[in-house]
């Protein structure tokens, strides 16, 4: 899975009427890739009903993806990358016999092996709040080739610590959009979130 931006905007409990308009503003501004959680109400229908407007370049994907049924419904309905919260082997190998990318979450280094041994694209680290960017430097270490996601608590005053210690991309929600912004559905001030957020992250295209 290439992220040229490596950043992943989660959206979790939107509603399905405003979602449009998110996406819309958040890849013109410069997102690349967004995640709508399964957990979220029309979860389904919203990646069904948006996935043909994803602009060239562009990713919409499923999130809380936690066993292999919910795998085949969002495959199903058109993710285009998957994204779990936790190491499930078969869910990997699932979205590697439908070539979708998945990003399988992790928190232990023998769950990070797990999760790259069966076929993940990229191993999400959660929640890496509780063990900030230091445990991002540690994992490093035996597993430098693991492309690993930061997700859990990165926020505009710790996402450089967190690319310093050896994170290939992070995943982000209200500290990316702006919790207030989305509460108010104010598309500008989520527009500015959002480039601002996507400023302080390396240049991947260097």
């Known amino acids: 899975m290439k992220l040229d931006v490596p950043v992943i905007g989660i959206l979790r409990g939107v509603e399905a009427a405003f979602f449009r308009s998110i996406m819309d503003v958040s890849f013109v501004s410069g997102l690349q890739a967004i995640e709508i959680t399964m957990n979220t109400d029309q979860a389904l229908n919203i990646v069904s009903a948006n996935i043909a407007s994803v602009p060239s370049g562009k990713l919409l994907g499923m999130g809380t993806i936690r066993n292999l049924a919910e795998a085949r419904k969002a495959v199903e309905a058109g993710a285009m990358f998957l994204v779990t919260p936790n190491t499930d082997p078969e869910v990997i190998r699932y979205a590697k016999s439908k070539s979708v990318p998945i990003i399988s979450g992790a928190l232990t280094p023998t ?71 989305l509460m108010e559905r104010d598309l500008e001030a989520i527009a500015q979130n959002v480039k601002k957020f996507i400023a302080l992250c390396p240049d991947l295209k260097k």
């Open 111 to 181: 769950e990070v092996y797990t999760a790259w041994s069966a076929g993940a694209d990229m191993v999400k680290v959660f929640p890496c709040r509780s063990f900030g960017p230091e445990y991002f430097r540690e994992l490093r270490g035996p597993y430098e080739l693991i492309p690993l996601v930061a997700v859990g608590g990165v926020d505009m005053d710790n996402i450089r610590e967190y690319f310093a210690a050896g994170a290939g991309a992070v995943g982000a929600s209200t500290s990316l959009f702006g919790r207030k912004a």
